[in-house]
Nanobody, 123 residues
Framework: VQLQASGGGLVQAGGSLRLSCAAS????????MGWFRQAPGKEREFVAA????????YYPDSVKGRFTVSRDNAKNMVHLQMNRLKPEDTAVYYC?????????????????WGQGTLVTVSS
């Protein structure tokens, strides 16, 4: 599966952005999806995961209650709605896929990656 993330940009603290990840292939619904981010000089960090059906999601405490992941299997799309953004959310955001019931929180658990989209939150 090939992934392409989009929707990044510059936003003020407290604002919102919606990231999208378009997936190729007819077996998209077989993949669980994850979102990660990487800030300059830092390791890649888990942001959200959603299972193949869209019914199960989970988030780290750093974004819980502010970010929501969703998917549309008919359109081969995954979205990350980010609200109440903070300057520390600034990073390149990546979507990732794994052929599993639900992906984990470690980057090495995912097999496919998109190219990343930059989110900058100004204070």
């Amino acid at each position: 599966v090939q992934l392409q993330a989009s929707g990044g940009g510059l936003v003020q603290a407290g604002g919102s952005l919606r990231l999208s990840c378009a997936a190729s292939g007819r077996t998209f619904s077989s993949y669980s999806m994850g979102w990660f981010r990487q800030a300059p000089g830092k390791e890649r960090e888990f942001v959200a995961a959603i299972d193949w059906s869209g019914r199960s999601t989970y988030y780290p405490d750093s974004v819980k209650g502010r970010f929501t992941v969703s998917r549309d299997n008919a359109k081969n799309m995954v979205h990350l709605q980010m609200n109440r953004l903070k300057p520390e959310d600034t990073a390149v955001y990546y979507c990732a896929a794994v052929a599993a019931t639900i992906g984990g929180s470690r980057p090495e658990e995912y097999d496919y990656w998109g190219q990343g989209t930059l989110v900058t939150v100004s204070s």
